[in-house]
């Protein structure tokens, strides 16, 4: 899948709406981080587990969750979709199968919405458009699970990988660990949101932020809901016999970096790809099979999906044509009604100013 030749880096001008999904391990850190986001309790924390259940198998379960947020000046509507039960179970099969499902179902709702004469005007958009995969620091290499859940995430949502409690490895350990992921991601082909650029289309500072966003991959999280006064000053971290780590200090986290890729710099260009990119690769994936009265999917050849496409784009095209026909045909008839309307108003104009002048003319002979 390529990224490339896209603009990147643009801010966001005015009230959006985003959507977040994090998925991870309990006790990653996946709950605390989405509280630490949001600078309120968005999520509860897990309950320790009673002990007489702790061998029960609940699995995965979806859960959004909607908050308002501001950014620069900018409000955002923000849907946060946790799982929380995701790798609890020895077989997460079906984890994998929930979330793919939920993703696709999203999509499904676009294309069906698309496909009505009359869209609903209170139809909301819920679409994924990045997904955080929280990667447990074990210090070592993506485990089985990790790679198969985002090979399979991948070709649906913008998968962003994220180390959580990234402060219970040493700096040298983290830089290692980095490392290692990157080159499994690479190896196995793994097609995350890794902040693309083209050196020919996007301009030197886009290059450079991408470029330097590429770098830390996968971000190092450290979250944190309670403040401690550091010098004078109430600053959100976490205190250790050893000393203090600071959430939004880019000397200790990445977190205050992600924060800001995700709600300003990169918002408009995640929503995009998810637009552009993933949903119409879906779309078209939907629409390549027609389904036989056996109930067997068959699919269409690569030249006739490519028709396909064409003409549904024409069709589209057709329509919005005839739309903008149909205005200007109305304002033209509105434009000739006003016009025959002043016509109409300057004949009885000229009509009341002939009787008023041969009404004047008539006076003066009597006198």
Same mark, same amino acid.
């Given at each position: 899948?390529?990224?490339?030749? +896209?603009?990147?880096?643009?801010?966001?001008?005015?009230?959006?709406?985003?959507?977040?999904?994090?998925?991870?391990?309990?006790?990653?850190? +996946?709950?605390?981080?989405?509280?630490?986001?949001?600078?309120?309790?968005?999520?509860?924390?897990?309950?320790?587990?009673?002990?007489?259940?702790?061998?029960?198998?609940?699995?995965?379960?979806?859960?959004?969750?909607?908050?308002? &947020?501001?950014?620069?000046?900018?409000?955002?509507?923000?849907?946060?979709?946790?799982?929380?039960?995701?790798?609890?179970?020895?077989?997460?099969?079906?984890?994998?199968?929930?979330?793919?499902?939920? &993703?696709?179902?999203?999509?499904?709702?676009? *294309?069906?919405?698309?496909?009505?004469?009359?869209?609903?005007?209170?139809?909301?958009?819920?679409?994924?458009?990045? *997904? &955080?995969?929280?990667?447990?620091?074990?210090?070592?290499?993506?485990?089985?699970?990790?790679?198969?859940?985002? +090979?399979?995430?991948?070709?649906?949502?913008?998968?962003?990988?994220?180390?959580?409690?990234? %402060?219970?490895?040493?700096?040298?350990?983290?830089?290692?660990?980095?490392?290692?992921?990157?080159? %499994?991601?690479?190896?196995?082909?793994?097609?995350?949101?890794?902040?693309?650029?083209?050196?020919?289309?996007?301009?030197?500072?886009?290059?450079?932020?991408?470029?330097?966003?590429?770098?830390?991959?996968?971000?190092?999280?450290?979250? !944190?809901?309670?403040?401690?006064?550091? %010098?004078?000053?109430?600053?959100?971290?976490?205190?250790?016999?050893?000393?203090?780590?600071?959430?939004?200090?880019?000397?200790?986290?990445?977190?205050?970096?992600? +924060?800001?890729?995700?709600?300003?710099?990169?918002?408009?260009?995640?929503? !995009?790809?998810?637009?552009?990119?993933?949903?119409?690769?879906?779309?078209?994936?939907?629409?390549?099979?027609?389904?036989? !009265?056996?109930?067997?999917?068959?699919?269409? *050849?690569?030249?006739?999906?490519?028709?396909?496409?064409?003409?549904?784009?024409?069709?589209?095209?057709?329509?919005?044509?005839?739309?903008?026909?149909?205005?200007?045909?109305?304002?033209?008839?509105?434009?000739?009604?006003?016009?025959?309307?002043?016509?109409?108003?300057?004949?009885?104009?000229?009509?009341?100013?002939?009787? *008023?002048?041969?009404?004047?003319?008539?006076?003066?002979?009597?006198?």
């Amino acid at each position: 899948m390529s990224f490339a030749g +896209r603009r990147r880096g643009n801010k966001v001008k005015k009230g959006v709406q985003f959507t977040l999904m994090v998925v991870g391990a309990s006790g990653t850190g +996946r709950t605390t981080f989405v509280n630490t986001l949001c600078e309120s309790e968005v999520l509860a924390h897990k309950i320790s587990d009673d002990p007489e259940r702790a061998h029960v198998e609940e699995g995965v379960r979806i859960k959004p969750a909607n908050v308002e &947020l501001e950014e620069d000046g900018v409000r955002i509507a923000l849907t946060i979709v946790d799982t929380p039960g995701f790798g609890d179970n020895i077989d997460n099969e079906f984890a994998f199968q929930e979330i793919v499902g939920y &993703l696709e179902r999203q999509y499904d709702d676009i *294309l069906a919405e698309e496909s009505r004469i009359k869209r609903n005007p209170r139809f909301r958009d819920n679409r994924i458009h990045a *997904l &955080l995969y929280f990667i447990p620091p074990t210090g070592h290499s993506l485990r089985e699970m990790d790679i198969e859940l985002m +090979r399979r995430l991948s070709p649906r949502v913008n998968v962003i990988p994220v180390i959580g409690k990234a %402060d219970s490895l040493t700096p040298s350990e983290l830089r290692g660990f980095k490392k290692r992921i990157m080159e %499994d991601i690479e190896h196995y082909d793994i097609p995350i949101y890794n902040f693309p650029y083209d050196v020919e289309e996007d301009d030197e500072d886009t290059i450079q932020d991408n470029s330097e966003l590429r770098g830390l991959l996968p971000f190092a999280i450290i979250g !944190s809901e309670e403040e401690v006064e550091i %010098d004078g000053q109430a600053v959100r971290a976490r205190i250790y016999p050893w000393g203090i780590v600071e959430v939004d200090n880019p000397k200790h986290s990445d977190f205050s970096t992600l +924060r800001r890729a995700l709600l300003s710099t990169h918002l408009t260009d995640l929503k !995009s790809l998810t637009h552009d990119v993933l949903y119409e690769t879906y779309r078209t994936e939907k629409l390549s099979r027609t389904v036989h !009265s056996d109930g067997h999917d068959q699919s269409i *050849l690569p030249e006739e999906l490519a028709t396909q496409s064409v003409r549904l784009k024409e069709e589209q095209l057709r329509r919005e044509e005839e739309k903008l026909r149909e205005i200007e045909l109305k304002v033209q008839r509105e434009i000739q009604e006003k016009r025959q309307e002043l016509l109409a108003k300057e004949e009885s104009l000229r009509n009341l100013e002939s009787r *008023l002048a041969a009404q004047g003319s008539s006076g003066d002979y009597r006198d």
